[in-house]
């Protein structure tokens, strides 16, 4: 009983008025009953072996892989959330281009897509159907530079390129993505970035838990396999000649998790993709426009904008309210 007042808190007098403090304290009752972890591990095993499901905030495909719900759900207000994320991006092209910033999207496809052959008869709703292809769409109609990855995924090993029990992708995919920008930069006429030599480097591989697994509680790992988690270093050498090692690098990455995390590597393998320094300026537990937000009112950019910024976008956040998207 005492843990269970510790974790509901001491309530205040307007909670227990409007009844907000007795669920919270009934909450951390449960969990705080010695029955709780076996129960909760007990119906979760039974719900996976016998319907194939997990708990809500997961769908259960074949062979272990496991996807987000929120790849299959229509938000209130879908329509207009796109547009007005849509808006923000045009607005901050034109923002970036008055400091002769170059901005380069990167578009990050649902895993559902690159990998729908491991459902069982799930498929997507209406709403996301045409949704890559019609931003893709919106971004090339308005100029704006933008890597169409989910082509790129689809032409290569598709089950190397996200993680089985987790939301986001591999150091396979990640490098994909980068060599995909470096393809695209390519492209941009007088960016004349300074370089460096950078070289990924792999090294031990780790079982790995992940972030859908919470999910699908009380499986063992013969019934839900970890995924095998490689890690990446990224090493570049010291600038040469004359040039400020001190100096900010010319390229900065605004995005979400799967940037900043440093398990997929996704900064370094754009340095070895690029050869060029970058600076991270990617948050985790935001959305990939609420980071922008951040980025741009630093000190950072205010100071010293870089010749390039490379925003990843995870697609399923354009569907979200502007400053409400978890990561």
Known sequence: MQTAVAQAGIPAFADIIQGKWPPQFEKALNKSLPIYDPSRNFWGGTEYALFHQGRKGVVVGSDGWLFTDEEFSCEAGGKKNIADNLSFIKNTQVTLARKNTRLAVILVPEKVRVLSSHLYGVTLPVCRISLYKNIMGFLRARHIHAINLLAAMRAAPKDSLYLRTDTHWTPAGAKLAAFSVAGLVKKMPDLNLERRHCVSTSGAVASYNGDLTRYAPGLSPKVLPPDNL??????????????????????????????????WNFDGFLEEALQADILNAADEGQGPLTVMDKYLASDLWKNDP?????????ERYLLMPHGLAPD
């Open 306 to 314: 870089p010749k390039l910024l490379i925003w990843e976008i995870p």
């Open 230 to 263: 490689s890690s990446y270093t990224t090493q570049c050498d010291a600038k040469a000649g004359l040039l400020d090692d001190s100096a900010a690098p010319q390229i900065t990455l605004v995005g979400t998790s799967y940037s900043a995390n440093p398990k």
